[in-house]
């Protein structure tokens, strides 16, 4: 099994839970040490946070489907929204998970044999500003990262784009 989160402490924590229910775990924090411990472990499956330091995970799925297409692939996220549900999904993922999710919630998901949809809290209300922060990342995701083509798709000037991007993700309520 493969974890990717860049917060340290929930990444050991988690390994730990879940070497101790029998599984291998690599576990680590980057994008790239994802897609190097993938070509040498050929993980069955990966825990993947969707939030990586500012970077979206959404964009790992496919290359990492491409190194290990049987992989099953569990998106993580703090972030929950329909969105990116979609996102992963329609990339490869096979479930996804709103944090807090506890080790049996992450079991569970990962060895579901994919006849339920999705879960998202009924609790967990958007904000405005969450929803847009949503919709220019799957519009930045759509264009590669580039940020002059995605503020012209949103029909932005590139520097409001580059400040909205630099500030934190709002919270969702």
Partial sequence: MLIVDDDGHYREVLARSLARRG???CAV???LAALVACRE????YIVLDLNLAGESGINLIAPLLAISPGARILVLT???SIPTVVSAMKLGAAHY?????????????LVDDGSEAAQLPVDQHMTVRSMEWEYIRRILAEHGGNIAATARALKM???TLQRKLSKRRPTAS
């Fill in 23 to 25: 599984f291998q775990v």
């Fill in 29 to 31: 924090g980057t994008a």
């Fill in 41 to 44: 472990q050929d993980p069955e």
């Fill in 78 to 80: 703090g972030y929950a």
């Fill in 97 to 109: 998970l709103a944090k807090p999710a506890n080790t049996t919630d992450i079991l569970r998901a």
């Fill in 157 to 159: 000037h590139r520097r």
